[in-house]
Structure formats: C-alpha cells, structure tokens
C-alpha cells in the first residue's frame, strides 16, 4: 500500500468513520483537526527501491498491457524508455 492510500485510510478509520457529523463544517473541523495532530509529529519516507529496477518493472507492465491492447476500446501509448531517466 503506497504511502498515501494508508494516510487516507487512517484517517479515515481514526478521524471520520468514528465521528458523526451534522454538518459539512464540522466534517472539516474534524478533519483539520488529525491534519493538526498527525503533523505534530511527521515522519520521514526513505525511498528504498533501485530506480533501475523501479524503470524495469514499469517496462515490463507497459509490454504486458501494449501485447494485451484492443484498439478500439482501449488507447496504447508507446514510450521511449532509454529518455527516462
């Protein structure tokens, strides 16, 4: 789950699935309110993958979905990876 699915879900499970709200106003309260707290302490994301090996995955699903195309329903786009840096 990348980074910002899982802040989404929690705020969804700490800040707006426990709540009920009477208004839209109060929603953004709420909200604003863990966007205060969840920031009092940020954490810092590392990027731990190779870039080669990110670039060769992307690779791999550009020929998968390019074999997988049916022109007419489906629009395929052809990149040039040796530009990709």
């Known amino acids: 789950m990348n980074m910002v699915e899982r802040f989404f879900r929690d705020l969804s499970q700490q800040a707006i699935l426990p709540g009920s709200f009477g208004s839209v106003a109060e929603l953004v309260d709420t909200i604003n309110r ?13 990027w731990h993958a190779d870039g080669q090996e990110v670039l060769n995955k992307i690779r791999r699903a550009w020929a998968s979905r390019h074999k997988s195309c049916h022109f007419g329903f489906i629009v395929c786009f052809r990149v040039n990876f040796s530009e990709v840096r």
């Open 34 to 46: 863990y966007l205060s707290q969840h920031n009092l302490e940020p954490k810092r994301y590392v």
